[in-house]
Each structure stands twice: as structure tokens, then as C-alpha cells.
């Protein structure tokens, strides 16, 4: 069966089309297209077991990347290597679990004959306290799970100490905004007082005598009028 090889046109017009592309449009777009140039360290081929279910671990990787949104290389290996000893630290927990019951299992008749009616509780103790004894299963689950502990913690660190002098710029930009003054709108000029009304000056009235009387004025005398003359 031969397989068709692209015309010429279709190859020029396949290549315009990728020339137009700009790529991712929103943020989130942008973020995990950064994110996918940067090279995946870990594995779930090495991380997960092949009982284990890879999408459940992919999973617990994106949710981290997510989280803690590295800007390089160093950080996403960082990141990465949280995910992966969270990872394993869950798987202890399982393993726990199963030794814990294991054990219950294989000392039933042991319990028996030490202990009648024995609790769930006091079954539980009571391996326990021979598998810290006799046990070296037990006392490498506790060394492995706290050596997980430690490196989780110091990738946590280390990831704090690169991404600080982001947030510390980020929070400065964020005082400077939040102290610039407002604005403040013009205030209109106050309202013109209306003037007092001018008081008129009341008319004085005649000075009295020393005997209480008023004097009388005399009117003026009138000029007399020239035709009167004749």
C-alpha cells in the first residue's frame, strides 16, 4: 500500500498556517506551554511501580507544578523531586498497612495462646511491639520514611530560597501601589454669602432745654415773590 506524499501547495499552505500561529492566548495557556519546554526529570517509569497506577502520579506532578508554578529548570527539579517523595511516602503508608496485617495474620495462634479476647487494638499493639523487637522489616520502614521526610523538606527549601527574591519584588511592587495618594476631585468654591442689609440711621431728635421744654425753631423765612412787589 503506497501512502500519498503532500503536494507542494499543500506543503506552502501547512507552512503558512504555522507562520499565523501565535501560540497560547490566555494566561494559563502561556504557563504550561513555559512549562512543557522545561525537561521532565523524573520518570513515572522509575517513580511508579508497575502495580501502581501512573495516571494517579501524573496527577500529583501537575498538581505541584501548578502549585508552586517554577520559572526555570532548578525549580521544576525541585518540584519534581517534592512530588516524587510525597509519592513514596504514600506508598509507605500502604506498605504499613500490609505489614501491620501481615503479621496479625501470621501470630493469631501466638496471641491466642498468650491473651484470650484481645481487642483489635490490643492485637495491633501487641505486633507492633514484636516487630520492633524482631522485626527489621519495621525499623527500615521508619528509616526509609524519615530519610523521604528530609529530602522533601530540603527540596522545599531550596525552592523557597530561588522563588523569594520573586515574591519579595512581587510585594514591593504591591506596597508601592497601594501607597500612591488618590486622586482627589476638585472641591467646588463655596456659595457667595448674601450682604447685610444696610441699616438706615435713625433721625436724631431735638436736644430739650433744662426745663424739659423743646425749643422752637423758627422757619426760615420765605423770599417773597417778586410780583408781589408791585
Given at each position: ?47 511508579v511501580l ?114 523569594k527574591p ?64 408791585l
Amino acid at each position: 500500500m503506497s501512502v500519498k506524499q503532500p503536494s507542494e501547495k499543500q506543503n506552502a499552505a501547512s507552512r503558512i498556517n504555522g507562520a499565523k500561529s501565535k501560540g497560547p492566548v490566555s494566561v494559563d495557556g502561556r504557563a504550561r506551554s513555559s512549562r512543557n519546554a522545561l525537561r521532565h526529570g523524573l520518570s513515572s517509569a522509575v517513580v511508579v511501580l508497575p502495580h501502581e497506577d501512573r495516571a494517579q502520579f501524573e496527577q500529583l506532578r501537575e498538581s505541584y507544578m501548578e502549585s508552586f508554578q517554577p520559572a526555570d529548570q532548578p525549580q521544576h527539579d525541585l518540584v519534581e523531586t517534592m512530588a516524587a517523595a510525597r509519592w513514596r511516602l504514600n506508598r509507605l503508608q500502604e506498605i504499613e498497612a500490609n505489614l501491620f496485617e501481615k503479621e496479625m495474620v501470621l501470630r493469631a495462634s501466638e496471641m491466642a495462646k498468650e491473651l484470650k479476647e484481645m481487642t483489635e487494638g490490643e492485637k495491633l499493639a501487641w505486633v507492633f511491639d514484636r516487630m520492633a523487637n524482631h522485626s527489621k522489616s519495621l525499623a527500615m520502614q521508619i528509616r526509609y520514611e524519615g530519610q523521604l521526610n528530609r529530602t522533601y523538606e530540603r527540596a522545599f527549601k531550596q525552592l523557597q530560597q530561588l522563588q523569594k527574591p520573586v515574591a519579595q519584588a512581587s510585594a514591593g511592587e504591591s506596597a508601592e501601589i497601594q501607597n500612591e495618594p488618590e486622586p482627589t476631585a476638585p472641591t467646588a468654591p463655596p456659595d457667595p454669602q448674601p450682604l447685610p442689609n444696610p441699616v438706615p440711621p435713625s433721625p436724631q431728635s431735638p436736644k430739650e432745654n433744662p426745663n424739659g421744654t423743646i425749643p422752637v425753631q423758627n422757619p426760615t423765612p420765605a423770599e417773597p415773590d417778586p410780583g408781589n412787589r408791585l
